[in-house]
C-alpha cells in the first residue's frame, strides 16, 4: 500500500485504537484510522489531492493492525506477556514469581534481587571467516539467599526440555558453578 502519511496527532490515535483492538473492546472503522495519498493503486474512490480519507461507500469494519502492516504472532508456548510494576514480563507466571522474590526481599529473606542479568558462556569468535556472536545466558531471576547466589528461570514443563535451554544451563553449570532454579 503506498501513500502512508500520518501525522504525529494521527500516529498517536491509531497507537490508541490499536491498543483498544488487542483488548478486543471496540470494532474500529478503517475511516477513523487511516489517511492514504493518491497513486494509480489505490485511486479509486479518493478525490481529493494530496492526504484524503475513505468515502463512506469504502467504510467497513476492520480490525486494526500495527503500523508494521504485520499482525501481532500468537506466542510459541502460550505465554501472555504482561506488565507489573511498570516492567513488561514474558509470562503472567513470571510476574507472579517477581512479586514473590519481592515480597521476600522486602521481609530480608533474599537480598540483591535483580532481572534479566546475563551470563557470557563463550566469547565472540570467528567461524569460517565469520563472526559470531558470544553466547550467553540470560536469567529470569538472580538473587543471594544466605549468602549463596540463586540463578532462577520461570519454566513450563515445555521451555524446560528444549535443547537450547539445556545446553545453556549445562553451561553455566560448568562455567561458573552455578545451577538454575526452575519455577
Known amino acids: 500500500m503506498k501513500g502512508f502519511e500520518l501525522s504525529a496527532e494521527e500516529a498517536a ?8 483492538w488487542k483488548k478486543n473492546t471496540l470494532p474500529v472503522k478503517s475511516a477513523d484510522v487511516f489517511k492514504r ?7 479509486q474512490g479518493f478525490a481529493d489531492k494530496g492526504k484524503t480519507t475513505l468515502t ?28 507489573v510494576d511498570g516492567i513488561l514480563f514474558d509470562s503472567v507466571k513470571e510476574a507472579n514469581r517477581w512479586l514473590q522474590l519481592k515480597a521476600m526481599q522486602t521481609r ?8 534479566q542479568v546475563v551470563f557470557v558462556l563463550a566469547p565472540a569468535v570467528i567461524l ?4 559470531k556472536k558470544q553466547l550467553t545466558y540470560v536469567s529470569d ?3 543471594l ?3 549463596k547466589q540463586v540463578v532462577e528461570d520461570t519454566k ?7 535443547p537450547v535451554y539445556r545446553i545453556k544451563k549445562h553451561l553455566l553449570k560448568h562455567v561458573f558453578n552455578l545451577d538454575i532454579l526452575e519455577s
Not at 569460517?128 to 563472526?131: A, E, F, P, V
Open 13 to 20: 490515535a491509531h497507537n490508541a485504537k490499536v491498543a483498544q
Open 145 to 147: 539467599e544466605n549468602g
Open 37 to 43: 495519498g493518491n497513486s494509480a493503486e489505490d485511486s
Open 141 to 143: 531471576f538472580t538473587y
Open 108 to 115: 530480608a529473606e533474599i537480598s540483591e534481587l535483580r532481572r
Open 156 to 162: 513450563s514443563s515445555m521451555t524446560a526440555r528444549l
Open 128 to 131: 569460517d571467516g565469520r563472526k
Open 56 to 83: 463512506m461507500a469504502q467504510v467497513r469494519e476492520v480490525p486494526v493492525m500495527p503500523l508494521s502492516g504485520k499482525p501481532e504472532r500468537k506466542p510459541k508456548y502460550g505465554n501472555k506477556k504482561i506488565t
